[in-house]
């Protein structure tokens, strides 16, 4: 027993030393590969490795650039803005379907229920939206428009795209539910729909549901348009106890949807419980894209990352394939010395990983100076504060990135290193 157990510890003794010796080895080879890069890197003697750095960091750059672009898309679609939206809207219902929603589910005691919103003081402004189509008669047409009732907050904001600081603040004709407060019978007008009733400012809109002295004059004709996806839609902004009172939907108090602007995220738990059978979503804008702001910086951050690793690998491996065929001589000799194909193949990965990693680094710099760029450019020619965003991971992204660009571009450099005939180069 003694025998065998001895036998046993020689033997595990002896794999313990061949591992060792095999990592070592190993650990040895790739510092070679290292040292020589680096090297010649210093001394100048080839163009080509410097090339290489060159391109990987500029590929580097670029992506880390349009990657924070990325960055700052998925935060302001986030609840992460200076100005958080919501829209609590009936179960079913959709920010961008807005247009479309008129006649279907609504809420109910908006009036009463706004109040209660705008008492909490996170909320900045709340506001009922009441959509409608309303057939509007002017001196010269009568047409069909989107009729947008909301209780202007007062200040400078803007809702569905249209200034609402030309409405007077409140909703005066509501009067704590009578409906017989004065009526404004103010309109802000979109552009659209001005164009559509081929009126200017100041002129007098008669809806056709209207009784007598239920008319509206556009107090103003705003730029802001609604886009449907099909073109701009014509809005008119008025009160929406007015509005109301029109459509018939004073007696319950009504609207599609109520609006809530907040810069506090914890507020959307509150709006949550305020209505049974409701949503609260996320504004995003109303009849935009098809494409939504959660997946827009997805594919942004994609479409670099793949573009980026395409033309790195193809650069990286095109360039190190000709430092080595220039090395040949460098090869055959390492081949007469005793080195493995499979030492040569460890060697050359070293070589293209090191080459790709000084690359990303200069890269990741660089991109960092494009992300500050690119914002000083966004400020000073297009008055936009903010258009692509740092993140700390950024910084591992792009040498990960470039450690992958590496390990891709290495099979061709090494395939032709392999087919090296060591006697005729030697010869």
């Known amino acids: 027993m003694t025998q065998r157990r001895s036998i046993g510890w020689i033997v595990l003794f002896d794999f313990e030393t061949a591992h060792e010796n095999l990592m070592g080895r190993r650990s040895s080879l790739i510092r070679l590969g290292v040292t020589q890069t680096v090297g010649k890197l210093r001394t100048g003697d080839s163009r080509r490795l410097i090339l290489t750095v060159v391109g990987v960091a500029l590929a580097v750059a670029l992506m880390i650039s349009v990657t924070g672009v990325a960055v700052n898309l998925a935060s302001s679609s986030t609840v992460q803005g200076d100005d958080v939206d919501y829209w609590i809207v009936p179960e079913g219902g959709s920010v961008s379907s807005v247009a479309v929603s008129v006649e279907g589910p609504q809420l109910g005691a908006v009036h009463e229920t706004t109040e209660r919103i705008q008492a909490d003081n996170r909320v900045s402004f709340a506001t009922p939206v009441e959509l409608q189509l309303l057939q509007i008669s002017t001196v010269e047409s009568s047409e069909y428009v989107l009729a947008a009732g909301v209780i202007p907050p007062g200040g400078d904001h803007e809702i569905l795209g249209l200034p609402s600081h030309q409405l007077v603040p409140g909703d005066p004709h509501y009067a704590n539910g009578s409906y017989d407060g004065p009526w404004t019978g103010e309109a802000v007008v979109s552009s659209a729909a001005a164009e559509l009733l081929n009126i200017e400012?100041?002129?007098?809109?008669?809806?056709?549901?209207?009784?007598?002295?239920?008319?509206?004059?556009?107090?103003?004709?705003?730029?802001?348009?609604?886009?449907?996806?099909?073109?701009?839609?014509?809005?008119?902004?008025?009160?929406?106890?007015?509005?109301?009172?029109?459509?018939?939907?004073?007696?319950?108090?009504?609207?599609?949807?109520?609006?809530?602007?907040?810069?506090?995220?914890?507020?959307?738990?509150?709006?949550?419980?305020?209505?049974?059978?409701?949503?609260?979503?996320?504004?995003?804008?109303?009849?935009?894209?098809?494409?939504?702001?959660?997946?827009?910086?997805?594919?942004?951050?994609?479409?670099?990352?793949?573009?980026?690793?395409?033309?790195?690998?193809?650069?990286?491996?095109?360039?190190?394939?000709?430092?080595?065929?220039?090395?040949?001589?460098?090869?055959?000799?390492?081949?007469?010395?005793?080195?493995?194909?499979?030492?040569?193949?460890l060697i050359i990965l070293a070589q293209t990983l090191t080459i790709a990693g000084l690359?990303?680094?200069?890269?990741?710099?660089?991109?960092?100076?494009?992300?500050?760029?690119?914002?000083?450019?966004?400020?000073?020619?297009?008055?936009?504060?903010?258009?692509?965003?740092?993140?700390?991971?950024?910084?591992?992204?792009?040498?990960?990135?470039?450690?992958?660009?590496?390990?891709?571009?290495?099979?061709?450099?090494?395939?032709?290193?392999?087919?090296?005939?060591?006697?005729?180069?030697?010869?």
């Open 201 to 345: 400012e100041g002129a007098t809109l008669t809806p056709t549901r209207a009784t007598e002295n239920q008319t509206f004059q556009a107090t103003a004709i705003a730029e802001g348009d609604l886009s449907g996806g099909v073109g701009p839609i014509p809005v008119v902004l008025v009160h929406t106890s007015e509005l109301q009172t029109l459509s018939n939907t004073a007696g319950q108090d009504q609207a599609d949807q109520i609006l809530v602007s907040t810069n506090d995220p914890a507020v959307e738990s509150t709006l949550e419980s305020i209505y049974p059978e409701t949503q609260v979503l996320l504004r995003a804008g109303i009849g935009g894209s098809g494409l939504s702001t959660s997946s827009l910086p997805l594919a942004v951050a994609v479409a670099a990352l793949l573009a980026t690793v395409a033309i790195g690998t193809l650069f990286v491996a095109t360039l190190m394939g000709l430092e080595s065929i220039a090395a040949r001589e460098t090869i055959a000799v390492r081949a007469a010395l005793g080195f493995s194909t499979t030492s040569q193949m």
């Open 359 to 427: 690359g990303g680094l200069g890269g990741t710099v660089l991109g960092l100076g494009g992300i500050y760029l690119l914002n000083a450019g966004a400020t000073a020619f297009a008055s936009v504060g903010q258009i692509a965003a740092f993140h700390p991971t950024l910084l591992a992204y792009g040498l990960g990135v470039a450690v992958l660009i590496g390990v891709l571009a290495t099979p061709y450099p090494a395939w032709l290193a392999a087919r090296t005939d060591h006697l005729e180069v030697l010869g």
